[in-house]
């Protein structure tokens, strides 16, 4: 069995607000989650749609890609998947 990792973007459709993860879970799955109020934020901010998500066989590579999305020019390229998604 072939394990994979996954970061995602979720989309608040109270707000706007986008939200970044990484999960070794189904993105799917984690949306569900978020949307049951696992933390503040979630629980503040739901209910989220699953706008996009990235696979990744290496744990370390999908870390990276969450790092650079919660980075300023991950920021930026966030509002623009979120403004056409």
Same mark, same amino acid.
């Given at each position: 069995? /072939?394990?994979?990792?996954? /970061?995602?973007?979720?989309? !608040?459709?109270?707000?706007?607000? !986008?939200? /970044?993860?990484?999960?070794? &879970? =189904?993105?799917? @799955?984690? #949306?569900? @989650?978020?949307? !049951?109020?696992?933390?503040? +934020?979630?629980?503040?901010? =739901?209910? %989220?749609?699953?706008?996009? +998500?990235? =696979?990744?066989?290496?744990?370390?590579?999908?870390? %990276?890609? @969450? &790092? %650079? %999305? =919660? !980075?300023?020019?991950? &920021?930026? #390229?966030?509002?623009?998947? /979120?403004?056409?998604?």
């Amino acid at each position: 069995m /072939v394990i994979m990792f996954y /970061v995602y973007l979720l989309k !608040s459709l109270k707000n706007n607000k !986008s939200y /970044v993860g990484f999960t070794g &879970k =189904k993105p799917q @799955e984690r #949306l569900i @989650e978020h949307n !049951s109020g696992g933390n503040n +934020w979630t629980r503040t901010n =739901k209910p %989220f749609e699953l706008i996009y +998500w990235e =696979k990744f066989f290496c744990k370390k590579d999908a870390l %990276f890609r @969450e &790092k %650079f %999305f =919660k !980075s300023g020019q991950g &920021k930026k #390229l966030r509002k623009i998947i /979120v403004k056409y998604f």
